[in-house]
T-cell receptor
Framework: DGGITQSPKYLFRKEGQNVTLSCEQNLNHDAMYWYRQDPGQGLRLIYY???????QKGDIAEGYSVSREKKESFPLTVTSAQKNPTAFYLCATRATSTDTQYFGPGTRLTVL | QKEVEQDPGPLSVPEGAIVSLNCTYS??????FMWYRQYSRKGPELLMYTYSSGNKEDGRFTAQVDKSSKYISLFIRDSQPSDSATYLCALISGGYQKVTFGTGTKLQVIP
C-alpha cells in the first residue's frame, strides 16, 4: 500500500449521517478507484476516475458520491441513501501505462 | 453464472506443501490476469501479473494461464506460515474496460 493512504482506518457512522472516506496518493497515477469488499462477494467497483475533474459510476454507485479536484485525492462520500454501508472500503490507483492496480490499506466502516 | 469463479476455501496445508489456487472464468474477452494476496484487514497486494497462456515464475510463486480452458492457477512452493492470507484472482478485458475480481480463497499454512 506504499504511496496510497486511506483515512481513517476505522469509521463508525450513525444511521442517517453522511461520512467521507479519504484516499490520497503520491504515485502520480492518473486513474483512481473505489471498491467495496464484503465477505463472500469479492471486490465491487463503486466509482472510478481516469483524470482530474472526471469520474464514472461503477457497478454499485447508488448511495455514494465522489470528487476528483486534484490528481492526488479521490474522496468517497457514503450518503444516508446507502442502505447497507457497513463494509471494508478500498481505494486503488493505476498508471495509464500499465494494467495493474495498487491498493491502499482500506477503511472499515461500521454503521451503528 | 458469475464471470469468475473461485473456491472460497478455507484451504489448510502443512508448512512446506505445494499450494494450488485456481479461478475459472466464462468470458473469453479477459486478456490480462493478476493474483493479489490480502492479509486480514489489509489492502490487497499485487503478487503476479500475466497476459499470455503458459507459466510465469517469480520466486516461490508460479502463475499459470490456460486461455483455451478459461482457467488460471497460482502455485506456491515451499509454503510458509507467512503465506496465510486470502488470495484474489483478478481479470481484465481487452481495452481495460474494468477489473473483475474473484471472491478470494483463504489459505492457512500450518507450522
Amino acid at each position: 500500500d506504499g504511496g496510497i493512504t486511506q483515512s481513517p482506518k476505522y469509521l463508525f457512522r450513525k444511521e442517517g449521517q453522511n461520512v467521507t472516506l479519504s484516499c490520497e496518493q503520491n504515485l502520480n497515477h492518473d486513474a483512481m478507484y473505489w471498491y467495496r469488499q464484503d465477505p463472500g462477494q469479492g471486490l465491487r467497483l463503486i466509482y472510478y476516475s481516469q483524470i482530474v475533474n472526471d469520474f464514472q459510476k461503477g457497478d454499485i454507485a447508488e448511495g455514494y458520491s465522489v470528487s476528483r479536484e486534484k490528481k492526488e485525492s479521490f474522496p468517497l462520500t457514503v450518503t444516508s441513501a446507502q442502505k447497507n454501508p457497513t463494509a471494508f472500503y478500498l481505494c486503488a490507483t493505476r498508471a495509464t501505462s500499465t494494467d495493474t492496480q495498487y491498493f491502499g490499506p482500506g477503511t472499515r466502516l461500521t454503521v451503528l | 453464472q458469475k464471470e469468475v469463479e473461485q473456491d472460497p476455501g478455507p484451504l489448510s496445508v502443512p508448512e512446506g506443501a505445494i499450494v494450488s489456487l485456481n479461478c475459472t472464468y466464462s468470458n473469453s474477452a479477459f486478456q490480462y490476469f493478476m493474483w493479489y494476496r490480502q492479509y486480514s484487514r489489509k489492502g490487497p497486494e499485487l503478487l503476479m501479473y500475466t497476459y499470455s497462456s503458459g507459466n510465469k515464475e517469480d520466486g516461490r510463486f508460479t502463475a499459470q494461464v490456460d486461455k483455451s480452458s478459461k482457467y488460471i492457477s497460482l502455485f506456491i512452493r515451499d509454503s510458509q506460515p507467512s503465506d496465510s492470507a486470502t488470495y484474489l484472482c483478478a481479470l481484465i478485458s481487452g481495452g481495460y474496460q474494468k477489473v473483475t475480481f474473484g471472491t478470494g480463497t483463504k489459505l492457512q499454512v500450518i507450522p
